[in-house]
């Protein structure tokens, strides 16, 4: 029953912007840290940003200053607004949990991955 479902993917011209929801359901999301991660065509599954049950934030090197990640716990949501969107942008994009402390933006400490979005910029 523990699910997580990503939304708002698209296409959308480079430098625009574009809103990723992940919502949970099933389970309490307050509890759980909650990382977005993408995987472009071609490429391995890649972390992009993570936000802690206490609201830190973390952003992957390529997408810092152009991405950024909330939380709204009543909605059980977390957010990914994308702003500046280039090409190497694209990709399929899932969100996931983690209950380790001090989890990392890695892949291997998530779990309960969501189908994924799509978010397409062309060249």
């Known amino acids: 029953q523990v699910q997580l479902v990503e939304s708002g993917g698209g296409l959308v011209q480079p430098g625009g912007s574009l809103r990723l929801s992940c919502t949970a359901s099933g389970f309490n999301m307050s509890y759980w840290d909650i990382g977005w991660f993408r995987r472009a065509p071609g490429k391995e599954r890649e972390g992009v940003s993570c936000?802690?049950?206490?609201?830190?934030?973390h952003y992957a090197d390529p997408v810092k200053g152009r991405f950024t990640i909330s939380r709204d716990n009543a909605k059980s949501t977390v957010y990914l607004q994308m702003k500046s969107l280039k090409p190497e942008d694209t990709g399929v994009y899932y969100c996931?949990?983690?209950?380790?402390?001090?989890?990392?933006?890695?892949?291997?400490?998530?779990?309960?991955w969501g189908p994924g979005t799509q978010v397409t910029v062309p060249s």
């Open positions: 996931a949990r983690t209950w380790m402390a001090r989890a990392t933006i890695a892949p291997a400490d998530f779990g309960s």
């Open positions: 936000i802690s049950r206490g609201g830190s934030t």
